[in-house]
Nanobody
């Protein structure tokens, strides 16, 4: 059973920083793309950032220059460093990973972590 467990969310003031982590555990042969999505109340879920196994990254225009995605392949973990946070970054952030397991490649989601940016 593969699980993605996120941590690092919380309440932060505008201009502040948070670092999200997402660790994959279970019987994992390989992980391809890992990414972070977010969903604000009343909005559709959107891709925030993604990173491939070789380190290529893709960030949404709204977070470029403020957020950084990275990963530690040895730990099966992806990180999202969020700086200069704005109230509009408030959302539930969920990680996603494309993982090779016994049955083949599968997509997995974490449970989500709340990020609230407010004074």
């Amino acid at each position: 059973q593969v699980q993605l467990v996120e941590s690092g969310g919380g309440l932060v003031q505008p201009g502040g920083s948070l670092r999200l982590s997402c660790a994959a555990s279970g019987i994992i042969f390989s992980i391809n793309t890992m990414g972070w999505y977010r969903q604000a109340p009343g909005e559709q879920r959107e891709l925030v950032a993604a990173i491939t196994s070789d380190g290529s990254t893709n960030l949404a225009d709204s977070v470029k220059g403020r957020f950084t995605i990275s990963r530690d392949n040895a730990k099966n973990t992806v990180y999202l460093q969020m700086n200069s946070l704005k109230p509009e970054d408030t959302a539930i952030y969920s990680c996603n990973a494309h993982i090779l397991v016994v049955g083949g490649w599968r997509g997995y989601w974490g449970q989500g972590t709340q990020v609230t940016v407010s004074s």
